[in-house]
């Protein structure tokens, strides 16, 4: 079974770090790209970062470029996303999901729509 737990949201002020963590089971990671998004009340899901666990190619959105990080940790089958420098814009519920990138859908991949497995969310509230 697909499995995808995220973690580490939470109540930070303006100009605050939190790192999220996205734990990953019941498929090969290496085959799976991993993707963050995001979606605040009244707004479509955005998405802001993705990994691919097989070459650690990494893609951001214009609004987090330079603020947030993703990295993965394949050994435990684990991405991350660093956040810095957050802003009450950024508050959202954000929700990890996993891309097989043996199946190309040609929606790119910062598009929800290619990807096929997704964990419960965590929320991210920064205050200022």
């Known amino acids: 079974e697909v499995q995808l737990q995220a973690s580490g949201g939470g109540l930070v002020q303006a100009g605050g770090s939190l790192r999220l963590s996205c734990a990953a089971s019941?498929?090969?990671?290496?085959?799976?790209?991993i993707g963050w998004f995001r979606q605040a009340p009244g707004k479509e899901r955005e998405g802001i970062s993705c990994?691919?666990?097989?070459?650690?190619?990494?893609y951001y959105a214009d609004s987090v470029k330079g603020r947030f990080t993703i990295s993965s940790d394949n050994a435990k089958n684990t991405v991350y996303l660093q956040m810095i420098s957050l802003k009450p814009e950024d508050t959202a519920v954000y929700y990890c999901?996993?891309?097989?990138?043996?199946?190309?859908?040609?929606?790119?991949?910062?598009?929800?729509?290619?990807?096929?497995?997704w964990g419960q969310g965590t929320q991210v509230t920064v205050s200022s």
């Open positions: 990994i691919s666990s097989s070459d650690g190619g990494t």
């Open positions: 019941g498929f090969t990671f290496d085959d799976y790209a």
């Open positions: 999901a996993a891309d097989d990138t043996r199946t190309i859908r040609g929606w790119g991949p910062l598009d929800f729509h290619e990807y096929e497995y």
